[in-house]
């Protein structure tokens, strides 16, 4: 459901912050994927002499001894030891036991655009959720849309990813919640409309919503006024670029974005 007012969106805002503070994960876990300008801590048992402290390139790399450099991005923790132990093996130790953690996390860079107060790019700590950066930009302006997008990179290509921000930040359900990656782009796009004219109470404006059938919106302007043909309701609407106008819809058509709903008077 579309944010009702600017007023209402900053009390959500503050009454979720210590949500967003007790949701966020732990800083680190054996899936963080490790990228550049991390630090690593590598140590091998019984090699007091191989413990490195290395800082992943743009790269993707660190320097190690021995091996020179190894190719770590994209990799959690217990596979660069792994791939390590794997390295070491061929010729050089006997079945080495390999550790390795994050020393220090490089920060997360995400852009932030659309219908919030503070777009742009913002440098995080890992483990940053989407709530906790929506605290930081916001709030979403009155015209947010009812949802967020998330870009994001991997390796099988772009991913799309929706966060529901009704239910995030309306009715305060952290399941709806996303953890964020570095190189993320998040658009807030603006929630459509639609109007409702003709024998209403209230007619005007409303912003859109999903599943809004006519009757729905029709008890949004008010209702019926006494005088209304419930049967000749018209529907004008853009498909593919042309405005067509729909004549006689039922009470259980759904309604999309710009469309304009029109109530004639009863011929009777």
Same mark, same amino acid.
Do not use: W
């Given at each position: 459901m579309p944010l009702? +007012?600017?007023? *209402? !969106?900053? $009390?959500?805002?503050?009454?979720? *912050?210590? $949500?967003? @503070?007790? *949701?966020?994960?732990?800083?680190? /876990?054996?899936?963080?994927? @490790? =990228?550049?300008?991390?630090?690593?801590?590598?140590?091998?048992?019984? +090699?007091?002499? $191989?413990?490195?402290?290395?800082?992943? #390139?743009?790269?993707? #790399?660190?320097?190690?001894?021995? $091996?020179?450099?190894?190719?770590?991005? =994209?990799? %959690? %923790?217990?596979?660069?030891? %792994?791939?390590? /132990? /794997?390295?070491?093996?061929?010729?050089?130790?006997?079945n080495p036991q390999v550790t390795v953690y994050v020393e220090q996390f490089r920060s997360l860079k995400i852009m932030l655009i659309g219908e919030i107060a503070r777009p742009g790019?913002?440098?995080?700590? @890992?483990? !940053?959720? *989407?709530?906790?950066?929506?605290?930081?930009?916001?709030?979403? !302006?009155? +015209?947010a849309g009812d949802e967020a997008i998330i870009k994001r990179k991997t390796a099988q290509g772009e991913q799309s990813i929706t966060v529901d921000l009704g239910r995030l930040l309306e009715k305060g359900d952290t399941t709806a919640d996303q953890p964020l990656q570095d190189g993320d782009n998040i658009y807030i796009p603006k929630g459509g409309s639609y109007y409702v004219l003709g024998q209403v109470k209230s007619p005007g404006m409303f912003k859109f919503q999903e599943q809004t059938t006519v009757f729905k919106a029709v008890i949004q302007a008010g209702g019926f006024t006494e005088i209304a043909s419930q049967r000749r309701i018209s529907i004008k609407r853009r498909l593919d670029g042309k405005e067509v106008t729909l004549e006689k819809v039922g009470l259980d058509e759904l309604v999309k974005p710009d469309d304009i709903i029109n109530v004639p008077e009863s011929l009777f």
């Open positions: 009702r +007012n600017a007023h *209402f !969106t900053c $009390l959500l805002f503050a009454e979720l *912050f210590l $949500l967003a @503070v007790i *949701f966020v994960p732990p800083l680190y /876990s054996q899936d963080y994927v @490790v =990228g550049e300008r991390d630090v690593l801590k590598i140590t091998v048992y019984d +090699n007091p002499d $191989l413990t490195t402290t290395a800082k992943v #390139s743009e790269e993707g #790399s660190i320097f190690f001894p021995f $091996l020179g450099e190894v190719k770590v991005k =994209g990799l %959690t %923790t217990p596979q660069i030891a %792994t791939k390590m /132990s /794997s390295l070491l093996a061929e010729g050089y130790i006997v790019l913002f440098e995080l700590p @890992v483990g !940053t959720m *989407f709530l906790e950066l929506l605290l930081r930009a916001g709030p979403v !302006t009155p +015209n």
